[in-house]
């Protein structure tokens, strides 16, 4: 088992994965750049090491400040937490040539699953239920053929992309062979990969993602599932675990094939399998991340695990300590991402946190690094906090989530505090009828979202 970890992050991740190493006992390597000087990652670290400017590509993504600041202070792991490198196969590759331990899975196995095609193929020869689509397409004419085969309306994606990157929907046959050449011309641009598929276009699915966590001795289990519909722009805004609208047989069925996935690929450490799902209630597999994910605490609150320890103990060696454990949710937690970005324009809205309070009291949780005086840089990823909940029921957590975010006070920056408020008040949330479109249609007011929001 590694002794010190260095936390190749910053933020709110940073400190939960500190605060993690902490009560195993591991020492803590902080790095941080320029402008995260002050951070509460660098305060809570046992050391801290200046990586470089605020640009992250300098910083943050630049893998040799990062292998350095582990040779120098002895760092025998690195945590990557989500973000940045934490599903880049290269970083992951580099740590094992130099006898780091990277607490996440193999480069092998961020390669299989991060390659949309082959995670796909994976998917595919595990049983994994999916939509009716293709491998890489040849051309315009190979496209327009399998989308005839398949029916429309299709979704082209980027092989190399993910989280929403390079989609096309196409609902025509007239339109593919151009949508085929922009999605590939994007596709390469964007993640150096000209690689393209197709698959059948679900209407206003729900997006329902399970929660795996693997170790080297061949366990795995599926530790919950999370509903994530509410999202803007592909940006998560608020998560819940369980998934309101998942029949528990579904749960059964569902757990046992994400377990049989991990094992059969001899996956290691935590993992997520993102499904769409259908207005039947028919699940389809998406795509796999292979990191910790921001919304893993509303899976920790209703399994009772702390997922970012089970996950640094598995990349020592340890042997997971869930198996057999009963894991069935208890209570319904729910996560709101509070970002410093304008409620209304969503600009981001750096700066300097005036004032703080966060809330508390029973069955409340923030994640965050904020405090009175701390710098909202403009270089990365607007998440201030995340206030999380569980109570009994998923009505009981609602009303706490009000209470809580009413409770809340974050001055100097705007935040999306008034989003995330009205999100709760709305009765298609609170009937459990949201579909991936609410958000949208609740912003643009086209029309109000029905109840398969
Ligand atoms: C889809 C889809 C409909 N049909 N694939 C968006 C990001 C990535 N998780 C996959 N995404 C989608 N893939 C098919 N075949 C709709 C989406 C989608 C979406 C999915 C989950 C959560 C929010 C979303 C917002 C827009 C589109």
Redesign the pocket.
Known sequence: MFRKVLIANRGEIAVRILRACKELGLRTVAVHSTVDEGALHVRLADEAVCIGPGDPKRSYLHIPALISAAEVTGADAIHPGYGFLSENAEFAEVCRRCRITFIGPSPEAMRAWGDKVSARENARALGLPM?P?TGVLRDGDHALAEARAIGFP??L?ASGG???RG?K?VREPSEVPRAYDTASAEALAGFRNPDVYL?????R?R?IEFQLLADQHGNAVCVGERE??I?RR?QKVLEEAPAPSLPASERERMGALVAHAAQATGYTSLGTL?F?MDPQGRL?F??MNTRVQVEHPVTELTAGVDLVAEQILVAGGAKMGLAGRNLAPRGHAIECRVNAEDPVTFAPSPGKITGYLAPGGPGVRVDSAAFPGALVPPHYDSLVAKVIVRASTRTAAIARMRRALDEMVVEGIKTTLPLLRRILDHPAFQQGEVS??FLQELLEGDRPPDRRG
């Open positions: 939509l689509g299709v979704i994606k993910g989280g929403g989609m929907i698959e059948r276009y679900l209407e699915p997006h994530c519909s999202q592909h993102e769409l389809y998406m795509e991936t479109s």
